[in-house]
């Protein structure tokens, strides 16, 4: 790799809480199971809120059952203070973590960042409304 390269980007931080309990959220679990869905994860392991909170969020859709191929995780970096990264500009990603519910194609919900509550409960009420 020479110097002009970035670094590869990764998403360590959508690894699965294992202290997170799942009995104690059975409507998210519920929710989030729902078939169709498909959940896109902006975040970076860089950020301070994504280490916070993508572990917890990824251990609610493991105890959903969503299979792998329904989760897209883009990892995004900081250029010049900028945030870059796969279909960053496509989706509008300004705040991190971003996490998109999609259904056929259509975007059904959508957490940011700067939302008062956990991503999987703030998405399992936008997903059953």
């Not at 896109?40 to 859709?61: E, H, I, K, T, Y």
């Not at 969503?66 to 300004?94: M, S, T």
């Not at 991190?96 to 919900?109: C, D, W, Y």
Request: hydrophobic share 40%.
């Amino acid at each position: 790799m020479s110097e002009a390269e970035p670094p590869e980007s990764t998403l360590s931080t959508l690894q699965p809480d294992p202290m997170w309990n799942t009995a104690a959220h059975e409507d998210v679990v519920d929710a989030l199971g729902a078939d169709g869905l498909t959940f896109r994860v902006w975040g970076g392991d860089w950020c301070g809120d994504c280490r916070q909170q993508l572990p917890a969020f990824a251990a609610a859709l493991e105890a959903a059952g969503v299979p792998d191929e329904r989760i897209h995780a883009h990892a995004v970096e900081r250029v010049d203070g900028e945030k870059v990264g796969e279909a960053v500009e496509e989706y509008g990603i300004e705040l991190i973590p971003t996490v998109i519910v999609e259904k056929e194609g259509e975007g059904i919900a959508r957490f940011v960042e700067s939302e008062d509550r956990p991503i999987a409960a703030y998405l399992a009420e936008e997903i059953d409304a």
